[in-house]
């Protein structure tokens, strides 16, 4: 989503702003702009329609000088892409702002306000808060007073950056359902919506809790809570690596992510595993016990996530003989549900700031779940904070905006948590011991995969003037088959979709013939035969078959039908280490192709706003 950075330096902070911003590119964005207060104390803004490399271009013909400033990019909500709907915002040269989330009310304040003279220049709801600030900062003459009063009546969610020509050496944040950071530096401070912004200039951040409003000096970080009181939040020392955001040699940041998955892997299940069993105590203090009384799982996510969440639901009732659903987020929040007896909450999200399942969480906790259980890959996120048992998947900084290691470290996780469940229930010491070797292998089983790395890069050469891919798969890789046909679409642009390879007679064998490529996923499980049967009705009606099989499943390659070899496994990590190569296929594909692989078109990182 939109990205936010601000400093108030000893030295010219256009710079920084810039490297926060390129940092901040793998969000998603459509435009993008800075403001800098210069030694005149003047507002000197730049605003760009397309990337950061065109804002950095515009700002080389005459860099701004100035300490304090704010930088923007912009991911479109209300207005479409253009230059004026780009950040920041400002209001009669006085002040400036940017702004991150959705403020809800603003038509009623746009009426207020061209009641009260404001003339706007723009299409976004963001034009309303500035302007407020404005309004309110000739009546109180304090930069902090006002912004501290214009938060009071918006509606919505929002983080901001706001610095005035009234006090050029003062940057205000506040935030409210969007992430925001405070970045502590030798002499000077920042501001971003994500800690990758900052890494060249600190490691030391303070994350800002909702409702809260913080007035930043060179100096000082004064923040006050929703209720105006003066308080303390905790300096937190993150430990990423300036180059940790780096493509590392790789391409493309998803290649990297793709490719460090069997790492990530182990990241995520070292300490958590130890002579064949999952350790006690890994979800949270009290988790054990809590699982002990659980009768019911509720999985809630977005996306990708959602689709992890389907994995799981198979092996929560197949293999801990638990009853689960799995819900949407932005359904579940707004239907009436019914909370089973004794059931956890659990919440999937990379970023732990998706707007939907950050709702969904908090409509949960007034819920009679027993429990609530986030599985995440930001430590500080809202979801981490907000949920009684957490779960950290190591998968370090995921760039690319087509998720890859964070869905394959999510199915570890998940796998460990029904092992977690499963031994309250029925699953035997033998059968977590036999789970807990598959994980332990799981890192090479995926190197093994990452070898069909050319093979695949060959397949996708048959793809460059498709349309349309139809993906099946019975079981477990029914969500993987969703995945599959998610990965192609969102960086090929190429229609796909999935269906359980059961349905095909029920609708979508209308649309086979030779021009739709069908990517079936072939395990060697108890569904395979009916598989083939399933395959066999699409090579019937002239279908091409693209499958990706296991090696001892016995499917033979022939007229019409490709064969691609993986490794066999086990039924309980398939889901994992079939991901694998239906990543390496849709982004070959979208290479060839010529798309935007890191930074697909229409599509943001992390949704913070619904």
Known sequence: MCGIVGAVAQRDASPILLEGLK???????DSAGVAVMNPESILVRTRVLGKVRKLEEELAKSPPAGGTGI????????????TSNAHPHICRDQVALVHNGIIENHDHLRKQQQANGYIFTSETDSEVVVNQVHEFLGRDNNLLEAVMDTVKILEGAYALGVISTTDPERLIAARRGSPLVIGLGLGENFIASDVFALLPVTQRFIFLQDGDVADITR???TIYDDQGNMVERPVTVSELTVDAADKSGYRHYMLKEIFTQPQAIADTLEGRILKGRVLSGIFGMGGDEI????????IIACGTSYHAGMVARYWIESIAGLPCNVEIASEYRYRKSRVQPNSLFVTISQSGETADTLAALELARTSAYLATLSICNVAESSLVRGSDLVFMTRAGPEIGVASTKAFTTQLVALL??????GRHNEMTADDEAEIVNELEGLPGRINNVLEMNDVIGNLAEQFTDKHHALFLGRGTMLPIAMEGALKLKEISYIHAEAYAAGELKHGPLALVDE???VITIAPNDVLLEKLKSNMHEVRARGGKLFVFADADAHVEPSDGL????VISVDECIAPIVYTVPLQLFAYHVAVLKGADVDQPRNLAKSVTVE
């Open 219 to 221: 100096e000082t970080i």
């Open 23 to 29: 940092r901040l590119e793998y969000r998603g964005y």
């Open 291 to 298: 699982f002990s009384k659980v009768e019911n799982v509720q």
């Open 562 to 565: 490709q064969v691609f070899r």
């Open 416 to 421: 460990l948590l029904v092992v977690a469940l």
């Open 515 to 517: 021009d739709m490529p």
């Open 71 to 82: 930088a923007h990019t912009r991911w479109a909500t209300h207005g479409k892409p253009s």
